[in-house]
T-cell receptor, first 114, second 115 residues
Framework: NAGVTQTPKFQVLKTGQSMTLQCAQD?????MYWYRQDPGMGLRLIYY???????DKGEVPNGYNVSRLNKREFSLRLESAAPSQTSVYFC?????????????FGEGSRLTVL | AQSVTQLGSHVSVSEGALVLLRCNYS??????LFWYVQYPNQGLQLLLK??????LVKGINGFEAEFKKSETSFHLTKPSAHMSDAAEYFC?????????????FGDGTTLTVKP
């Protein structure tokens, strides 16, 4: 029962470096999401993909790009990392049609930007 | 637009005591409501949800929540706290659209259980 798998789990970057967070789900879900979690701020939506081939900005998209590679995979890219992007990143997915909206989360990717 | 307010960023209770975590929401349409739990260094997992029907919903680990439309609240309770309940709890609201259906989360409440 893999569910939602994120890689890497930990990463340390220097300011200006780039990296891609990978996410894959094996539940045949249509919609996928990237959130960031910061202390006292809950989860904030960065980008989402309602279905394969579509992506949309969420609440805090600046400094990020995404790719919905196929139905299973949704990657998040930081082109030029900044210390403000130090956070824990969560990928989530859910079914769309007939769904009651519950999200299934990965275990998180902890990113530190120095 | 929808929003979620969790009252109290930290709640501390003694083992065996009542747990009450408060959540109020704002939504322009009838929402789906959720409580998620996050244990240290893990992702979020669904605790319980309200979609339609009975307003008192039961979840895992003895938790329950009551949807009160008139108060726009969805408070989480457990009659008797256990040490293993120590975690962070998030209330969330989702619209009922068939597509996207983005969820909005509260800021979270950290529950501490004292022996």
């Amino acid at each position: 029962n893999a569910g939602v798998t994120q890689t890497p789990k930990f990463q340390v970057l220097k300011t200006g470096q780039s990296m891609t967070l990978q996410c894959a789900q094996d539940m045949n879900h249509n919609s996928m999401y990237w959130y960031r979690q910061d202390p006292g701020m809950g989860l904030r939506l960065i980008y989402y993909s309602a279905s394969e081939g579509t992506t949309d900005k969420g609440e805090v998209p600046n400094g990020y790009n995404v790719s919905r590679l196929n139905k299973r995979e949704f990657s998040l890219r930081l082109e030029s990392a900044a210390p403000s992007q130090t956070s824990v990143y969560f990928c989530a997915s859910r079914q769309t049609q007939g769904s009651t909206g519950e999200l299934f989360f990965g275990e998180g990717s902890r990113l530190t930007v120095l | 637009a929808q929003s979620v307010t969790q009252l109290g960023s930290h709640v501390s209770v003694s083992e065996g005591a009542l747990v009450l975590l408060r959540c109020n929401y704002s939504s322009s349409v009838p929402p789906y409501l959720f409580w998620y739990v996050q244990y240290p260094n893990q992702g979020l997992q669904l605790l319980l949800k309200y979609t339609t029907g009975a307003t008192l919903v039961k979840g895992i680990n003895g938790f329950e929540a009551e949807f009160k439309k008139s108060e726009t609240s969805f408070h989480l309770t457990k009659p008797s706290a256990h040490m293993s309940d120590a975690a962070e709890y998030f209330c969330a609201v989702s619209d009922r659209q068939a597509n996207a259906g983005k969820s909005t989360f509260g800021d979270g409440t950290t529950l501490t259980v004292k022996p």
